[in-house]
């Protein structure tokens, strides 16, 4: 894991068009892959929508998965106290800094600072973000790799409690996932893990034409606002795995669904009865309060344990 530091000053950049996304990638050598999610946003008035959007202002130090070329760090780096970077791509970790030393220029007031971690952002510890040398982060702002996008998000949160909101630019499908609320079609375990962390919702569409190589799908922009997670005598972990269960035979009613996590469907059932939940209701009619309830009526009435080292990533 390798991370960098740069400063550069808090003015309007020179942001990256579509000549010179092309131009960059073309001197670097690099092809944009499907395998690390690779569309590079070439349009400024997209990046800069994205960054009001967010909110973020001189107070934040910003969270950016997968920078890419520069096209989001260049506007962030407009408003926020500083940028942390995190870039799989080798080749583009090492070239992050000096594109915006370069497009920075070296009149310098007010630097802001940006620091480059070349990590992998599901690898990446609390200690490597916090050591990075920009701040602690307050803020996710990114456009998010498509092939790991939720994994990314969650884990985030997770790991990384200062962080007080995020905006990140997803598939479309993902985005109306990630917000859909419960009895929607989109509702399932993305929505509910999500809304563990903080209140989500839609906060745009984002077209294809904005981005090299134009992928097949559209983008949306997803918002969330940290709160406190709900209560919990049982606590995430075990919560998470009624999500993950509920879920994975989403036709099924409840007491069904939840017969492996009991060890019975009669045990579901007096579990979900304590709760306050009929046992015939399908996963997609539970809130997150709901789910909560279910976990706490297997821990406190059937001496349900939480699984050990369970993680946030849905199941």
Do not use: C
Not at 39 to 50: C, K, M, Q
Not at 86 to 115: C, K, S, Y
Not at 183 to 208: H, I, L, M, T
Not at 272 to 298: I, M, Q, Y
């Amino acid at each position: 894991m390798s991370g960098e530091l740069v400063d550069g000053p808090r003015e309007r950049t020179a942001l990256l068009g579509p000549v010179d996304v092309r131009a960059l990638a073309g001197r670097l050598g690099v092809r944009p892959t499907k395998t690390l999610g690779q569309n590079f946003v070439t349009d400024a008035g997209t990046v800069r929508r994205i960054v009001r959007r967010a909110g973020v202002g001189p107070e934040d130090v910003v969270l950016e998965v997968g920078p890419g070329l520069g096209s989001l760090t260049l506007a962030l780096l407009e408003e926020a106290a500083g940028v942390v970077a995190v870039e799989v791509d080798p080749v583009l970790a090492a070239e992050l800094p000096r594109t915006v030393a370069a497009r920075r220029g070296a009149d310098e007031a007010v630097p802001p600072r940006l620091a480059v971690l070349g990590a992998d952002a599901l690898r990446v510890g609390p200690e490597d973000v916090l050591g990075a040398g920009a701040g602690t982060p307050t803020a996710l702002v990114a456009n998010l790799p498509y092939n790991v996008a939720v994994p990314v998000l969650l884990v985030l949160l997770q790991r990384l409690p200062s962080l007080r909101s995020a905006l990140v630019m997803v598939q479309a499908e993902v985005a109306e996932r990630l917000a859909a609320e419960p009895g929607s079609r989109a509702y399932g375990v993305p929505s509910v893990k999500a809304a563990w962390y903080g209140d989500v919702e839609r906060a745009g569409a984002v077209g294809r034409t904005v981005f090299w190589p134009a992928p097949n799908v559209d983008s949306g922009l997803v918002a969330l606002r940290r709160r406190e997670p709900p209560a919990s005598t049982a606590g995430r972990e075990a919560v998470f795995a009624v999500v993950d269960a509920a879920f994975a035979q989403r036709r099924k009613t409840l007491r069904a669904a939840l017969a492996g996590w009991a060890g019975s469907a009669a045990r579901a059932e007096e579990a979900l009865r304590a709760a306050g939940v009929d046992p015939g209701l399908r996963g997609e009619r539970l809130d997150v309060a709901g789910f909560v309830a279910v976990a706490d009526a297997g821990h406190d009435v059937l001496g349900l344990a939480a699984p050990a080292g369970r993680d946030v990533l849905p199941g």
